[in-house]
Structures are given as C-alpha cells and as structure tokens.
C-alpha cells in the first residue's frame, strides 16, 4: 500500500472534518504517566504544557495505547530546548520511534536528528523552521507501517517501517509520549493543543486497513474490528460481498471476532444481533447473507428469530436459516421451524426438518 493511497483512505474513511479529541484536559495530567519525576510536568493556567530542565520528568506517556492515528500538537522550545514526541511507544521489543524537538543551537546537528526527523532513523527532507520561542504545529500520521510528519503544515519527513533496516520490527501500536526538557536547568518546552484523531475507532477505516495485503495489517485491524464491535457490520459484510477468496476468509474472521466479543454478559449481544438482522434484509450475495446468518446463530437470541426465519423460504439460505434457528434453540426456535413445515418452500420444510431433528423435536414431513 503506498503513502498516497493510505492518505486517500483517511479521507474516504471519514467525510467532511474529522474530529480529533483533546489528549490534556487544560487542567491536569489525568490520562497521562510520567516515567520520571512528575514534578516535572506542570499544567499551567492558560493550560499548557510546561517540562522544565530542572527536574528530570521522563517521559510523559498515554495511559492507553493507540495504532493508527493522527497526532496535532502545538510547540515552543526555549533557545537550547530539547524534547521529542515517542510514536507507538513503550511496547516490549520495539524499536524507539521518536520524533525529534530540537532548538537549532544545541548545538545544530544534522537532518538525521534535527526537528521532525524519526530520530536516528529518517531523515527529514526539506528541514523545518527551527526558530525557538515562537510557537510552531506538527502532525504526526501512523497508519499501519507508513508514518509521516509535518511541521508548519509542511511534510518533512515520511517511511515505511519496512523499508527502514533500523525500523524493522516497529510495533504496530503502543503509547504516546512526550520527552521531557534534557538540555540543562534553563531550558524548557512547552506544548498546547495537543489532540488525536482515533483512526482505529473509524469503521471505514479498519475495513480499508482489512483489504491490506500485510498480514500483520490485516491482523491488527481484526483486533480493532473486534472491539469497534457492531458498528463494523455494514463494512464487514460489504468485504466478504467482494468474494476474492481473500476478502472472504478475512471479512469471515473479523465478523467471528466481532460476534466473540460481542457477549449477553456485557450487553453488546443484542446490539449485534439486531445489527445482523438488519442486514439480512439488504441486497447482499446470498454467500454474505449466509454468513450472516452464522453470525446470529452466535450471538442472536429469541429477538433474531423473526429475521432469520424470514430468510427460511430463499432457496439459497433454508440450510443456514434452520441451522441458525437450531443453534439459538428454545420454544420459540422449534415453533419457528415447525412453520417451515407445510409452507410453500420443499427446500425450507426439510431444512427445518432437519434442524428440528438435530434438537430431538422433529416433526414429519407432509
């Protein structure tokens, strides 16, 4: 997948503005660990960000752990200011991704670890701004193995970990972090605005990421799918419609992991049967509809019963319907299956029959 299209994908992913969420809350570290000293990290009142270089704050770390996104930040570093911003940071056995900080006087050091670069591992082409004490933006987009940084609005640096020999091995996800000021007691960094936006709680965007000829990718955006949970239904099923065997056997697993999560001990089970029944009634490949069906027969009960049932007379789904209907079982289930007997569809009555057989209820066949 090239950089171009993955940045298409974010668009199509989300129509019309994206919304990112505030990492700070303006008031207190809430959300977020310092590894160090936490004295070290002070919310001012304006609610900005201050580490200063008399206290050896750490890093500043997100509680929780994210994979793809897009981080905006605002900056300002003193004359001699030094930090950096860790990307899918802190996860066992991976690379340090850091994106560099740096005041032009520290002394000025080279491209590969200057300002926007991937410290150490990506130079940055063209070099940014580096004028200290104003303020200055950087966005830092990861989406699956691609990372790109822009300063002021411009691109300055971009790679895939792939193709990078000392990247090789990068974790997909992990924290964020912010580096605290280590250029000598004076010197300080400031940070405002800093705000996300959540590729992986997009649903058009895990489907996108789904379609990625890496396996990594793919498996990555299956556990994401899992927890996104029923709003992944509509893009699941319009993957496995694609019908390449590829599409198929990835829409299936991801759509299995979906209805694993989705348990009547936490409250998402209804919500995902009712998703599934809905989409039986779209105009969708009776394979798709097929696997629909299994689905319910996972995570369904007695208010699935209607619409599968309903699928019972298409020639093309009386086996899955009857065979769903078995799996949910109870009265309702039986009665259900004792209708297809003596309807119109030979194909429903022994389906049912079957079904009704395998629940030690069977009724004869007229």
Not at 165 to 175: I, W
Not at 325 to 335: F, K
Request: aromatic share 4%; net charge negative; glycine share 10%.
């Amino acid at each position: 997948m090239t950089l171009a299209m993955a940045l298409m994908a974010l668009t199509l992913a989300a129509p019309g503005e994206p919304e990112f969420t505030p990492l700070l809350d303006g008031e207190s570290l809430a959300g977020w660990t310092a590894t160090g000293d936490e004295s070290g990290w002070v919310v001012e009142d304006d609610g900005i960000l201050l580490t200063v270089g008399t206290v050896d704050g750490g890093w500043l770390a997100t509680d929780r752990e994210y994979a793809d996104f897009v981080l905006r930040l605002e900056y300002m570093l003193s004359e001699v200011g030094n930090s950096g911003v860790l990307v899918r940071g802190m996860a066992e056995g991976s690379v340090v991704t850091e994106v560099q900080l740096l005041a032009p006087w520290t002394p000025r050091r080279d491209d590969l670890h200057c300002t926007g670069s991937l410290y150490g591992h990506v130079a940055v082409d063209p070099r940014p701004d580096e004028t200290p004490l104003v303020w200055h933006s950087m966005e830092i987009t990861a989406v699956g193995k691609l990372l790109t940084v822009s300063v002021d609005g411009v691109e300055v640096c971009r790679a895939n970990t792939d193709e990078v020999e000392s990247l090789a091995g990068a974790s997909l996800s992990g924290k964020i972090a912010l580096q605290s000021s280590h250029s000598g007691p004076d010197e300080w960094v400031r940070f405002r605005n800093i705000r996300i936006r959540d590729l992986d709680a997009e649903p058009g965007h895990l489907a996108y990421q789904l379609r990625d000829e890496d396996p990594a990718i793919r498996r990555h955006a299956q556990e994401f799918a899992a927890r996104l949970g029923t709003a992944m239904v509509p893009e699941l099923l319009r993957l496995h419609a694609e019908g390449t065997p590829l599409s198929v056997a990835t829409a299936s697993e991801a759509l299995a992991w979906v209805a694993a999560h989705a348990t009547k001990e936490d409250g998402s089970g209804g919500a995902l049967s009712a998703a599934l029944a809905r989409e039986l009634a779209a105009d969708w490949p009776a394979q798709t509809r097929k696997l629909a069906l299994e689905m319910l027969a996972i995570a369904g009960g007695e208010d699935a019963i209607p619409p599968i049932a309903a699928s019972m007379p298409h020639p093309d789904l009386s086996f899955s319907a009857a065979a769903a209907l078995a799996a949910i079982g109870g009265d309702a289930a039986r009665s259900a299956l004792n209708e297809a007997i003596g309807g119109d569809s030979r194909d429903a009555e022994i389906a049912a029959a079957i079904a009704l057989g395998s629940m030690g209820a069977g009724k004869a066949l007229g």
